[in-house]
């Protein structure tokens, strides 16, 4: 399957700063892409849907203007999480559409003091 | 929306036994539907995955059933090993917008004593 990195992997920050994750395929390249987040022992859901070049569309509950994304290449997005709060502490998880599948990343700990 | 649910939530299983998970969806529009394995602190890897075209898919010890009249897909593995333990994720994916988004069920643990 495809590689899909994420960095940091994990990252502990102060209450009220931001904090940028970087999500790169290192194998190929797509179009569409996707940040999940997943809270302690619960399922991934779905933040938003990236597409290269345009703005993200996000689910419902939440917060664009929270959950920055910048997704300039076919293999490369980022995720800020600005002002960030102790209940945005989750695993944050991004995926790139291939063809046939959608190729995770290893996940980025996020822990708001 | 997709909305799909998943069972057990936890399952327990000697070595060598076999292990099922049970998956039932909502959309009957879903038409490909992936199981994957987590392993803590990792992100989600594929295992096996169906498209609604095909009713049954095996690789090895692990196979997937679908059943689209009754909304409903397994996961199967035969002869479980203690590295098999993990927490194990079905989702059915819904075309939205020019992709197709996965909707995933809430998890099972499972755990294979040796």
């Known amino acids: 399957g495809a590689v899909v990195s994420q960095h940091p992997s994990r990252v502990i920050c102060k209450s009220g700063t931001s904090v940028k994750i970087e999500c790169r395929s290192l194998?190929?390249?797509?179009?569409?892409m996707f940040w999940y987040r997943q809270f302690p022992k619960q399922s991934l859901m779905l933040m938003a849907t990236?597409?290269?070049?345009?703005?993200?569309?996000?689910e419902q509950g939440v917060e664009k203007d929270k959950f920055l994304i910048n997704h300039a290449s076919l293999t490369l997005s980022t995720l800020t999480v600005t002002s960030a709060h102790p209940e945005d502490s989750s695993f944050y998880i991004c995926?790139?559409?291939?063809?046939?599948?959608?190729?995770f990343g290893p996940g980025t700990r996020l822990t708001v003091l | 929306g997709e909305n799909v649910e998943q069972h057990p939530s936890t399952l327990s299983v000697q070595e060598g036994d076999s292990a099922v998970i049970k998956c039932t969806y909502s959309?009957?529009?879903?038409?490909?539907f992936p199981w994957y394995k987590q392993e803590l602190g990792k992100g989600p890897q594929l295992i096996i995955d169906?498209?609604?075209?095909?009713g049954e898919k095996k690789d090895q010890r692990i196979a997937v059933t679908l059943n689209k009249t009754a909304k409903h897909f397994s996961l199967h593995i035969t002869e479980t090993q203690p590295e098999d333990s993990a927490v194990y994720f079905c989702?059915?994916?819904?075309?939205?917008?020019?992709?197709?988004?996965?909707?995933f069920g809430k998890g099972t643990k499972l755990t294979v004593n040796p």
């Open positions: 194998d190929f390249q797509a179009t569409t």
């Open positions: 990236s597409n290269e070049g345009s703005k993200a569309t996000y």
């Open positions: 959309d009957s529009a879903s038409n490909y």
């Open positions: 989702a059915a994916s819904i075309a939205q917008g020019g992709s197709e988004k996965l909707v």
């Open positions: 995926s790139w559409s291939g063809t046939t599948e959608q190729f």
């Open positions: 169906i498209r609604s075209n095909v």
